[in-house]
């Protein structure tokens, strides 16, 4: 049974530019969730998504955006970067239909903005 | 205005001895609970919950407790072992018009010392 899966693992960028990072929820799960992680922090919700639509959204600017597809994986966009993009972006995949399922998290892609 | 707060950034345990995680939060509106168990360059894994409506749930080394009155909650390991040391974030649950997130704490680094 595969967990949930991120990639990449790593991305350098320069200010300005834009990013996509990608997840496949873990098997028999149809909602992902997006966080970022900055260096001592606990993860912060930027938004879930959920039968392909933004469900909720966290305090984050229009620069961040998402996207998922019919088989539940999905995308994070970031316009505009800047150098406090710089952290851990992390996925996380539940059930909607049993609201008590936990969330499980992939391994992260790491963000680096110069 | 952080609704999930864990305020002991560290903590350090001798191996076999009980270890203590403290969480508090605001929010008498969040209704289930995570605990997470973080290693470096590694997502968060998934360690135990406890929904609002219960006060103790237990998973071999792992209980968590919650006192609702005092909108706190722990997480005790007995006894700790040296894979234990890692960072652990406690998660609050938020219910908003059907659809959920999860509020995270800043997390505590456990270090348990052979």
């Known amino acids: 049974d595969a967990g949930v899966t991120q990639s990449p693992t790593h991305l350098i960028k320069t200010r300005g530019q834009q990013v996509t990072l990608r997840c496949s929820p873990k098997?028999?799960?149809?909602?992902v969730s997006w966080y970022q992680q900055a260096l001592g922090q606990g993860p912060q919700f930027i938004f879930q998504?959920?039968?392909?639509?933004?469900?909720q959204r966290g305090n984050f600017p229009d620069r961040f955006s998402g996207h998922q597809f019919p088989n539940y994986s999905s995308e994070l966009n970031v316009n505009a970067l800047l150098l406090g993009d710089s952290a851990l972006y992390l996925c996380?995949?539940?059930?909607?239909?049993?609201?008590?399922?936990?969330?499980?998290f992939g391994p992260g892609t790491r963000l680096l903005v110069l | 205005d952080q609704q999930v707060k864990q305020n002991s950034p560290s903590l350090s345990v001798q191996e076999g001895r009980i270890s203590i995680l403290n969480c508090d939060y605001t929010?008498?509106?969040?209704?289930?609970f995570l605990w997470y168990k973080k290693y470096p360059a590694e997502g968060p894994t998934f360690l135990i919950s406890?929904?609002?409506?219960?006060d103790k749930n237990e998973d071999g080394r792992f209980t968590v407790f919650l006192n609702k009155s005092a909108k706190h909650l722990s997480l005790h390991i007995v006894p700790s072992q040296p894979g234990d040391s890692a960072v652990y974030f406690c998660?609050?649950?938020?219910?908003?018009?059907?659809?959920?997130?999860?509020?995270f704490g800043t997390g505590t680094r456990l270090k348990v010392l052979a």
């Open positions: 998504y959920y039968e392909e639509e933004e469900r």
């Open positions: 098997s028999g799960h149809d909602t």
């Open positions: 929010n008498s509106m969040f209704d289930y």
């Open positions: 998660a609050a649950r938020e219910i908003t018009s059907g659809t959920y997130k999860y509020i």
């Open positions: 406890i929904s609002s409506i219960k």
């Open positions: 996380a995949s539940s059930g909607a239909r049993v609201l008590k399922e936990t969330q499980y």
